[in-house]
């Protein structure tokens, strides 16, 4: 999920010390991630796609709206 986020949020840089074993090793695994952002797993989360909602085109025109007063 972080890694995601930082993709998702343009962090272009990020320092770290352990490494996915280490984290795997103390209960901290993201492999379930990393295979379903490889396509490899597709069991750990289902997408449900809905009709189209004006209310969530709303939001990306208000998004591309703070873009562009940055």
Known sequence: MCVSFMIWAGIKEVYYCSTAE??????????HLRKYLKGED?????????????????LFEHFH????QQ
């Open 42 to 58: 597709d069991s750990v989360i289902r997408m449900v796609k809905v009709p189209a909602r004006e209310d969530c085109d709303h």
């Open 22 to 31: 280490d984290t795997d090793k103390h209960g901290f695994s993201d492999m």
């Open 65 to 68: 709206k703070l873009q562009e």
